[in-house]
């Protein structure tokens, strides 16, 4: 497991998996980008996505998709150094009330958004990309793909602590 870093001032990176040639943000976008692949999953969860969003043409699903895929990938390219990204990503559990050590977050383009990026928060403003997923049920314990997301969490967060890596200061002294 290696870390790309997302933007130059190290506040954003993405995992890269062992084996994997693109890292986590690489492939979702990917992912988000290929019109076969969405019209599969959206094929595979059209129950999902009718009983959630009351949404039943696959091809208005594919084509909002790839909108907010693209408003995501606007956000990550303008990450400006005065943005604080925990505007960005927030609790994974939304009834989380306090910081926790590396914490898990997640982040979506804007509030009706299905699409989720999933990370592990640092520091304050310092977050690192481990997944995401096409969310279309109330809870992540729902379907097994978000299920793989929360268990893509859980060993980077488990790695990170193996290596000692604790914060921002540990995980450049990893790197």
Not at 11 to 27: E, P, S, T
Not at 99 to 115: D, N, Q, T, V
Not at 136 to 162: A, D, G, P, W, Y
Request: hydrophobic share 40%; with cysteine; proline share 2%.
């Amino acid at each position: 497991m290696t870390f790309d870093k997302i933007i130059d001032d190290g506040r954003l990176w993405a995992v890269r998996y062992d084996n994997d040639k693109d890292n986590a943000l690489q492939k979702v976008m990917l992912q988000w980008s290929d019109a076969q692949w969405l019209a599969e999953f959206f094929m595979q969860n059209l129950d999902d996505l009718i009983s959630y969003f009351k949404i039943t043409n696959i091809e208005d699903a594919i084509y909002q998709t790839m909108e907010d895929r693209d408003e995501l990938a606007c956000i990550i390219m303008d990450i400006s150094p005065d943005a604080n990204l925990d505007h960005f990503f927030r609790p994974l559990n939304n009834s989380r009330t306090s910081e926790m050590l590396l914490g898990k977050e997640k982040g979506k383009p804007h509030r009706r958004s299905w699409l989720r990026l999933y990370a592990i928060k640092l520091n304050v403003g310092i977050y690192i990309i481990t997944g995401g997923a096409i969310k279309l049920t109330r809870t992540m314990q729902e379907r097994e793909h978000t299920l793989q997301e929360l268990s893509k969490m859980e060993k980077v967060r488990n790695f990170l602590i193996s290596e000692g890596v604790f914060d921002e200061d540990s995980f450049n002294e990893f790197q």
